[in-house]
């Protein structure tokens, strides 16, 4: 069967100020939460902007670098683990995608946010699911957004080897959770997630 194709966007702005927002690490068990926010140059369209997680890394880190290079603004921002512990995995997403839309320079005027929920940020929106496939701006955000968090995984990777970061990138995986169960959570993680605190419990 094929896939239901999804219904045009009709967006409530005109300008050239919108930004597309979205997040990558609401589910792994480590790191930070990451979102990106990018208004995009109509004068300097991109080629191939889709939902990151649809793209190769070769194809996703070319393009991130496409975006940094050519959009009007971009900003990556996060919530750290603490935050995500603190504030919960909801509230830590949105802080961080307020971040990234308070970073833009020049400023936005509008958001398209990735999701069903706006991050509670004072300028006018709409939500868009599964928006990453449906507009490019927001596509350039979760392409952002996911080559960072990617980046970071990779860098505790490199301090931690023996968790295997390099290859579930945090996502409670049968590897991570065996390693978690072996070795112990590390302050990189989120206390608050179950399969963290059950080894906590057991300390």
């Known amino acids: 069967m094929s896939a239901t194709p999804l219904p045009p966007l009709h967006i409530d702005y005109q300008g050239e100020r919108l930004a597309g927002v979205d997040e990558v690490g609401r589910g792994p068990l480590v790191g930070a939460v990451v979102a990106a926010a990018v208004i995009l140059d109509p004068a300097r369209p991109i080629d191939g902007l889709n939902d990151s997680k ?50 833009l320079a020049p400023a936005a005027e509008y958001l398209l946010v990735d999701g069903n929920r706006l991050p509670g940020h004072p300028l006018p929106g709409q939500a868009v699911v599964k928006g990453d496939a449906r507009h490019p701006a927001i596509a350039a955000a979760s392409i952002l957004a996911k080559v960072a968090r990617d980046a970071q995984m990779l860098a505790l990777d490199s301090r931690h080897p023996d968790y295997g970061f390099g290859r579930h990138k945090g996502y409670p995986t049968k590897e ?25 419990d057991l300390l």
């Open 54 to 103: 649809k793209l190769s890394v070769r194809r996703r880190e070319a393009l991130d670098r496409e975006v940094r290079d050519r959009a009007l603004a971009f900003c990556v921002a996060e919530a750290s683990p603490l935050e995500v512990d603190a504030l919960n995995i909801y509230h830590a997403t949105h802080l961080a995608m307020r971040r990234a839309i308070d970073g």
């Open 176 to 200: 991570h959770l065996a390693a978690l169960e072996r070795l112990g959570p590390l302050p990189e993680h989120r206390r608050s997630f179950a399969p963290v605190r059950k080894q906590l």
